[in-house]
């Protein structure tokens, strides 16, 4: 018998006395090697815990590895504010960020599919024209030239040395080109001297328009001008003019306008002058490579008489099967690592896609698991991997495919965080860590810890409601008019006609791939009349919050002047009240250069934001900072009786606690918000508005159980209130609550793209005919 060693029994990881954000001195002890799931009211502290505190100080003990000369580079983490962490292993973060914006970024260059694929067309191509390198669209073709002298003195002379690479010259490997729109540029049907040109600041009497005036007839319709004529005005060469006996240089209009105005930054232009630039440049597919983004060397070499951009452009599941019947011994193992590449695709749900989608086209959701799909091939074990609701933006079958991988990257021998609202995924768990019991001050405790019986013993809110199943109605509202949408082509949609009812709550569903988003995005959202709201970023700086994003700050500072008999600028971060030390900012930014931009809390307003003065002034005993530090819930409570009562920042707040956001200090910054925090803020923001559609995305990402139900009564009373709410969504609960289904299908990419069933909740759970109506038929038992 084998004793046991003292090295196996570091099978712990021990956190105690954590503090960061809204924790209370928190101390949990989590299995290495299993599957943890962290769940809670949204704010109750599991991103404090998991990423704030274990993956914060994993990351930060890794960093001081690196040479210091390396840490130069890097940004200074500070250590969390955590008494003792012990057992950490190296973590990696899996979480929704999008995917960089880089143009020549793809989903096959992010999993390097596309470097096996080079590899592969570089050996079995026919005819062969060269190395991997030949069939890349980033690297450009060179011809390069000149001499080389060896140690011993031998001259080498290199005489236009071709060097091959795959990027198409025209596009350089973006796969689209900007083309001029010239009806916007000139009015053809007017003289200069009428103001053809139709560019900001060429006037027809200015100096800009002067010297074609010179060149080219300026009486006469530029619709008349002659072959020669037209080319001199739109495109002449650069030489020199007399106007009124004055050398000015000329060009043609096209090349003068790309330099001065479309080869810029267009947030550094002028507002007239980058409304123009946007209304004149059309982006087009590349003429030359026909989008493929590869030269005609590139696409000459074929295996089974398809070239690289052809096989890239293939939806994954036709391409597993394409390489399948690729039987050729010497590349046996380069096709067998690349099917299980693409193989870990389809598993995850994302076989719909294509490996030349541009990578910043997905969707959180989609980032997600393809990052999911680098880590699956990855040799590496004994790691410690987190994820952030990895089934956003997942079809109830989805997710069973999610659980499937998660659980093989614990049986890989890894420790596996998750923090997850949805109780498919907390009942595969082999630990739960549950907090609450409310969100923001009211947080920061483990309310449970251990399997998931016991959470559905223990009484906690998420153990009250991980049973939960919502009922379909007894009877549905009737619609009112109908959104009549033909001929829906777009992406994988196959000509779909459909009727969205309106002044009804529609629920919009299918699995991920569907067509879902191109059908309501393509087609409806863009309508005279429709509010879109999406989890996409809120333009704003670091000083914006919550407060000053909804407007809430308007009444509350007119509050504040009329009970002090000051100016409302006074309580302004950003006007006249700001700390003269931070200018408002509440943190000093200090810029190095080539590190990472540091910031530092202002000493002076200790993070407050305001100058002294201005915070010896109050308003029902609170001052400006004190307000803004309030969550929601109490500051609705402050602002709605008593001597603090402003009606206007009372009903703005009401929206706020409607959506579910009750937990949310005033003054957050708002590049703090997560997705769905982001969406609902906006919502409430945009429930004031008087009539009209509402469009959802997915309103129930990062929503716990029990604050479902306040959504949906939320969305009731939109609809009740005479609107129309459609709302693109997963969550069996939402459906079940729906006045009408659409659901497409009846699978992803060009498995989907059809309209498989609409009617009442009651009718789909009745008939059973889809993927859908199997789940939501189990859910409403």
């Known amino acids: 018998m084998t004793t046991e060693h003292t090295a196996d029994r570091h099978d712990l990881i021990r956190v105690h006395g954590a503090r960061v954000n809204n924790l209370k001195d928190v101390s949990v002890e989590l299995p290495k090697r299993r599957l943890t799931v962290f769940t809670g009211v949204s704010g109750s502290g599991k991103s404090s815990l998991v990423f704030g505190t274990i993956a914060a100080e994993s990351r930060r003990l890794i960093d001081e590895t690196y040479s210091t000369f390396v840490q130069g580079f890097m940004p200074s983490l500070p250590r969390p504010e955590v008494d003792v962490l012990e057992g950490l292993t190296t973590a990696i973060l899996v979480d929704q960020e999008r995917m960089g914006a880089n143009p020549r970024s793809t989903l096959g260059t992010v999993t390097d599919a596309n470097a096996m694929l080079r590899q592969l067309f570089s050996r079995l191509g026919e005819p062969h024209i060269g190395g991997p390198t030949a069939f890349s669209f980033n ?287 907390i009942a595969i768990a082999d630990h739960v860590v549950d907090l609450g019991p409310a969100a923001g001050s009211d947080g920061g405790e483990i309310v449970f810890e251990g399997d998931v019986e016991g959470l559905r013993r223990s009484g906690t809110l998420t153990g009250r409601h991980l049973d939960d199943r919502a009922s379909l109605k007894p009877t549905v509202r009737e619609r009112i008019g109908v959104l009549e949408v033909r001929g829906a082509d777009r ?132 001052n400006i900072a004190e307000v803004l530090d309030l969550p929601v819930t109490q500051a609705h409570a402050f602002f709605a009786d008593g001597d603090a009562r402003t009606p206007a920042a009372a009903s703005i707040l009401a929206r706020l606690e409607d959506v579910g956001l009750g937990y949310l200090r005033l003054g957050q910054p708002l590049n703090t918000l997560s997705g769905g925090e982001r969406q609902r803020v906006r919502l409430a923001m945009n429930l004031g508005d008087q009539g009209g559609i509402y469009v959802l995305d997915e309103p129930t990402t990062g929503l716990h159980l029990a604050d479902v139900e306040n959504l949906l009564g939320m969305l009731d009373r939109i609809v009740d209130s005479g609107k129309t709410v459609i709302v693109i969504e997963h969550h069996q609960a939402v459906m079940a609550h729906a006045d009408w289904i659409i659901d497409l299908g009846p699978g992803a990419g060009h498995d989907g793209g059809t309209v498989v069933f609409e009617g009442t909740p009651a009718e789909l759970v009745a008939a059973r005919s889809t993927l859908t109506g199997e789940h939501l038929a189990a859910y409403v038992g």
């Open 139 to 425: 690297i450009p073709t060179t011809k390069v030239g000149g001499a080389s002298v060896t140690e011993s003195g031998k001259k080498n002379v290199i005489k236009q040395q071709t060097y091959l690479g795959g990027m198409c010259p025209t596009c350089e490997g973006r796969g689209t080109t900007s083309e001029l729109d010239l009806s916007v540029i000139v009015d053809e049907s007017r003289s200069l001297e009428d103001g053809a040109i139709l560019v900001p600041g060429y006037t027809a009497d200015g100096w800009m328009v002067a010297p074609y005036k010179e060149v080219v007839p300026p009486d006469v319709p530029v619709s008349t001008f002659t072959a020669a004529q037209r080319e001199d005005l739109l495109y002449a060469e650069p030489r020199k003019v007399k106007v009124d006996k004055i050398n000015i240089s000329f060009e043609g209009l096209i090349p003068k306008i790309r330099k001065s105005m479309f080869s810029k930054d267009p947030e550094s232009l002028q507002p007239h002058v980058k409304a123009f630039v946007e209304r004149a440049a059309v982006f087009g597919t590349c003429p030359s490579c026909a989008g493929s983004r590869l030269n005609d060397s590139a696409r000459s070499s074929t295996i089974g008489g398809r070239d690289i951009g052809q096989v890239s452009a293939m939806q994954v599941t036709d391409l597993a099967g394409w390489l399948r019947g690729i039987d050729a011994p010497s590349v046996a193992p380069l096709v067998q690592a690349l099917l299980h590449l693409l193989d870990s695709l389809v598993e995850i749900g994302l076989g719909y896609l294509s490996l030349d989608r541009p990578s910043s086209t997905l969707s959180g959701g989609e980032a997600q698991r393809t990052k999911m799909v680098r880590h699956l091939g990855s040799a590496l074990t004994d790691v410690t991997y987190v994820f952030d609701e990895p089934t956003i933006g997942l079809h109830p079958h989805d997710i069973q495919r999610m659980n499937q991988l998660l659980l093989e990257l614990r049986d890989k021998g890894n420790t596996v965080l998750v923090v997850e609202h949805k109780p498919e995924s």
């Open 491 to 622: 992406h994988n949609l196959r000509d779909v006609d459909v009727d969205v009812p309106l002044g009804v709550l529609t629920v919009v569903t299918g699995v991920a791939g569907s067509g879902k988003s191109s059908l309501i995005h393509g087609y409806v959202a863009g309508r005279d009349g429709v509010v879109s709201v999406d989890q996409s970023a809120i333009k704003g700086s670091r000083r914006s919050n919550p407060a000053t994003y909804t407007g809430l700050l308007e009444p509350v500072r007119k509050a504040f002047a009329k009970a002090n008999g000051v100016k409302p600028a006074l309580f302004s971060a950003n006007s006249e009240g700001a700390c003269p030390a931070c200018k408002g900012a509440g943190v000093i930014i200090t810029e190095l250069g080539f590190m990472d931009t540091v910031s530092t809390p202002c000493e002076e307003c200790d993070g407050k934001r305001f100058q002294a003065a201005v915070l010896d002034l109050r308003l029902g005993g609170l």
